[in-house]
């Protein structure tokens, strides 16, 4: 980070920051652009282990900023995923076919980042896409099946980083984002779908 250059550093989330050096600047400042890019604005006196603390600290900030972003691409360019579970033919069939399915993708992607699940359920769930519990059990809501992979998946890495993690602090979302890098796609695509 020298003169008038730009560093390019990829986040966790799998955003691009941009560290820039201002000479005008007086402290540090982080924006992010339409594009996704995060650019940190770093003052003439400041050092890059600074910057890059700054963007540490600022993690939790600049994810809702990259959420509100990707909701705002999806209002205006995608149609919401529609809800053929309203059919009972379809959901019949379609909680046969979760009872069968989800488990074993579940235990793949365990086995993929060496965890050990206690237990596996698959439920009527109203109000979540799935659960963890303290003992290590797992609730998965069947309609997750009739959702895109990406999305899919991105619930069960979710519910396996409670594993590790049964909170949702910056830590949390750390560990979601090293092993799903889209899941901030992904979790604004299922805020669109309702479960009822």
Same mark, same amino acid.
Request: hydrophobic share 40%; with cysteine; glycine share 4%.
């Given at each position: 980070?020298t003169?008038? @250059?730009?560093?390019f550093?990829?986040?966790?989330?799998?955003?691009?920051?941009?560290?820039?050096?201002?000479?005008? $600047?007086?402290?540090? %400042?982080?924006?992010?652009?339409? #594009?996704?890019?995060?650019?940190?604005?770093?003052? *003439?006196?400041?050092?890059?282990?600074?910057?890059? $603390?700054? /963007?540490?600290? !600022?993690?939790?900030w600049?994810?809702?900023?990259?959420?509100?972003?990707?909701?705002?691409?999806?209002?205006?360019?995608?149609?919401?995923?529609?809800?053929?579970?309203?059919?009972?033919? %379809?959901?019949?069939?379609?909680?046969?076919?979760?009872?069968?399915?989800?488990? !074993?993708?579940?235990?793949?992607?365990?086995? !993929?980042?060496?965890?050990? %699940?206690?237990? /596996?359920s %698959?439920? @009527?769930?109203?109000?979540?896409?799935?659960?963890?519990?303290?003992?290590?059990?797992?609730?998965l809501?069947?309609?997750?099946v009739?959702?895109?992979?990406?999305?899919? #998946?991105?619930?069960l /890495?979710?519910?396996?980083?409670?594993?590790k993690?049964?909170d949702?602090?910056?830590?949390?979302?750390?560990?979601? $984002?090293?092993?799903?890098?889209?899941?901030?796609?992904?979790?604004?695509?299922?805020?669109?779908? *309702?479960?009822?």
């Amino acid at each position: 980070m020298t003169g008038g @250059n730009s560093d390019f550093i990829p986040l966790a989330s799998s955003a691009v920051t941009v560290f820039a050096r201002h000479p005008r $600047a007086r402290r540090y %400042v982080i924006r992010v652009q339409d #594009d996704g890019r995060v650019r940190v604005t770093v003052p *003439r006196w400041g050092s890059r282990r600074e910057a890059m $603390a700054f /963007v540490e600290r !600022e993690r939790p900030w600049i994810a809702k900023q990259l959420e509100r972003l990707e909701r705002q691409r999806l209002s205006e360019h995608d149609r919401p995923f529609s809800t053929p579970w309203a059919d009972p033919d %379809v959901a019949r069939e379609s909680r046969e076919r979760a009872r069968r399915e989800l488990p !074993e993708r579940l235990l793949a992607l365990a086995h !993929e980042h060496g965890l050990a %699940v206690r237990k /596996v359920s %698959v439920r @009527n769930q109203k109000w979540r896409w799935g659960s963890c519990s303290r003992d290590g059990h797992i609730c998965l809501n069947w309609r997750l099946v009739l959702m895109p992979d990406a999305a899919r #998946d991105y619930v069960l /890495v979710h519910e396996l980083m409670h594993l590790k993690r049964l909170d949702h602090s910056p830590t949390f979302w750390r560990l979601v $984002a090293r092993a799903c890098p889209d899941y901030q796609a992904q979790r604004a695509f299922l805020r669109t779908q *309702r479960l009822d």
